[in-house]
């Protein structure tokens, strides 16, 4: 539904992340709580997200509950030659997801810093 890696445009800030997945988006129970992990690449490699929420309890062996989460999108974003990959439009899909969903996001240290 979703292409698996796609490119966005650094100088295009009307490009948005989140209308490239919205078919997944739709696909989202409306006030799901939802975890966004990113893997940020800025220059030389493929950023990955990944959007997944908790779906229900199941049972383990010895009797104890686990979570079953739910991966509702996961895909990785390129740059053009001689880009970075925009941090903007990466900000912005958490936005967009904050209109919607209560989100925790989760991101490698390396290249997350100014989004936090």
């Known amino acids: 539904m979703i292409p698996e890696v796609f490119p966005i445009e650094f100088f295009d800030e009307t490009e948005r992340i989140s209308d490239i997945i919205d078919p997944m988006l739709r696909l989202i129970p409306k006030n ?18 990944a959007i997944v929420g908790f779906d229900h309890w199941l049972e383990g062996p010895s009797g104890t509950k686990v979570p079953f989460f739910k991966c509702y999108a996961l ?27 209560s989100i925790m996001v989760s991101a490698d240290q390396a290249f997350s810093r100014p989004l936090f």
């Open 32 to 49: 799901q709580h939802l975890f966004v992990g990113l893997d940020l690449a800025v220059i030389k490699d493929t950023c990955g997200i």
């Open 75 to 101: 895909f990785g974003i390129t740059r053009k030659a001689g880009q970075e990959t925009s941090m903007f439009h990466i900000y912005q899909l958490i936005e967009n997801l904050c209109d919607t969903f």
